[in-house]
Structure formats: C-alpha cells, structure tokens
C-alpha cells in the first residue's frame, strides 16, 4: 500500500470521529492535513505521516529511532511534530489517534 493509500484509508477511519474534519483541497502543508476544531493533528507529507504530539513523545520516538522531528522546510526541526519513518513498525492509527487525543486537549 502506498503512503497516500494509507493515509486515505486513515482518513476513512478517523472521519467517524465527533470533530474530525477531512483533508482540504488545495496546496500547502494545512491542505491535506485531518483537523480537529479547525487545528491540526495529522498530515501526510512527502510520503510521511506527520503528527502533532507532546515535545516529550516526540523526543522519545525520535530517540527510538522511529523517525525525526518534521521541519517544514524552513530548516528548523517542529518540537511537536513528529514524521515517521515510512518503513517503521508503529501504527500510523495509534498515532494520529494519540494525536488527536493531545490537539483535543489544547
């Protein structure tokens, strides 16, 4: 399955969800990206999910070596958003669900 293929099927998964809105058409980084009370919790860039989640998970994902803090192409490393290796073990629904779970929180 490719990373779109996953990252729709996400989608299809998390729309049931009270307040998740669906991926925009358009470009930019907030275009296809799953929302929650207008803010942002997942996203698939450059074939990566991406997920906001506490700066201390994301420390501990990252020292895992389950991916690396998602920097947006301005050269500086997101504290709270986390890109995970494409090739990884970890569950890209847990993910977003946990990520879902920190933006609802905020």
Same mark, same amino acid.
């Given at each position: 399955?490719? +990373?779109?293929?996953?990252?729709?099927?996400?989608?299809?998964?998390?729309?049931?969800?009270?307040?998740v809105? +669906? $991926?925009?058409t !358009?470009?930019?980084?907030?275009?296809?990206?799953?929302?929650?009370? !207008?803010k942002?919790?997942?996203?698939?860039? %450059?074939?990566?999910?991406?997920?906001k989640? $506490?700066?201390?998970?994301?420390d501990?994902?990252?020292?895992?070596?389950?991916g690396?803090?998602? %920097?947006? !192409?301005?050269g500086? $490393?997101?504290?709270?958003?986390?890109?995970?290796? +494409? %090739?990884g073990?970890?569950?890209?629904?847990?993910?977003?669900?946990?990520?879902?779970?920190?933006? %609802?929180?905020?």
């Amino acid at each position: 399955m490719t +990373p779109q293929e996953r990252f729709e099927a996400l989608v299809g998964e998390l729309l049931g969800i009270e307040g998740v809105t +669906p $991926p925009e058409t !358009g470009r930019g980084f907030g275009s296809a990206a799953l929302r929650t009370g !207008g803010k942002i919790f997942a996203v698939l860039a %450059d074939g990566r999910l991406v997920v906001k989640l $506490p700066h201390q998970r994301v420390d501990d994902l990252v020292e895992a070596g389950c991916g690396v803090r998602f %920097d947006a !192409g301005k050269g500086r $490393p997101m504290k709270e958003w986390f890109s995970l290796d +494409p %090739d990884g073990e970890l569950s890209w629904t847990a993910l977003a669900r946990e990520a879902l779970a920190f933006v %609802d929180t905020r």
